[in-house]
């Protein structure tokens, strides 16, 4: 049994390849945050590990618990997970832990019969580390499979893209979703539904913010602090630039999943202005958002809802960050009420 909710799509493949002897070396796992990618990649490690070689991971053999409980010596993740306690995120995998971990591959496996290798943010590789991985796909050793897993499919080497099988993870249907949160993680059905909207698809996100209430306190401190900026003048907002700007050198993806809140933010009004209420992506905050709304005007949210689209491609195509950061703040519509 796959311990995967949605992704029918992907578990059929995968199932084909399992009883046929057909998996690739490796895939690439593609997919919007917290859509289920890391969970995705244990479950194939356990497939491909699992005593009882069945179609789908048995979930009970010393494999397939080991795999799960993080203790099994042939399964590695590199990339973002992997850092230590309380060290700052990293924005790059460098050559290094690439080098090592590209090392082990070419030994036989320790305990199980498949080592794989799991690269989560392999957008994030160095050059130098995406060219020592190139190397590996081209000739990958028979007993390995990679799993290079990523949220921008569009920053990884063509050349990396070519060498994998692609698995594009899709957002959760609504009821499964709710279902999954009642059925495992006991959950109450409004609650539930309430997770599901404004999850976007992302059940890891829903079942996160479930197990770590900290994630949905920290949530609406960022929209707080948002909805302080856009009532406050000039001073706060470049304050709040150079804070966007100082996150963003510290760690690129949650400054960009901070825009992404803007964003979602001024969709929400723009929904607001044309009375589709009812499809608010903060629907706990309609309250809030229809004061807001009676503000600007429809114009200024499409130009500001442009601007946030701007500020990201520019921070992505490594503009610098402060200045994109001020420009987006100066650009904020002020709120005539
Ligand atoms: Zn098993």
Known sequence: MWDVVGQDHILRQLEF???WDRLAHAYLLAGPAHVGKMTLAIEIARAVNCIARQESPCGVCAQCTRIAAG???DVRVVGKVSRA????ARTVIGIQEVREVLHQVSLKPFEGSRIVVIFDGVESLSDEAANALLKTLEEPPDQVTLLLLTANEDAILPTILSRCRRLSLLPVPRPQMVDALVSRESCDRERAEELVRLSRGCYG??????REPELWEARGEVLDRLAQVCRSGLED???YANELAAQFSRDRDSSQQLLFEWQRWWRDLL???EGADGYLHNA???EELRLHATGVTTAQIVGFLERINKTLT???QNANARLACEVLMLNLPVASV
């Open 271 to 273: 929904l607001i202005k």
């Open 85 to 88: 306690e309380g060290e700052a």
């Open 205 to 210: 996100w829903a079942r996160s913010v479930l």
């Open 314 to 316: 520019a921070l992505e």
């Open 17 to 19: 390849g399992l009883k």
């Open 71 to 73: 203790n099994h010596a």
């Open 284 to 286: 706990d905050r309609a």
């Open 237 to 239: 907002r470049f304050a």
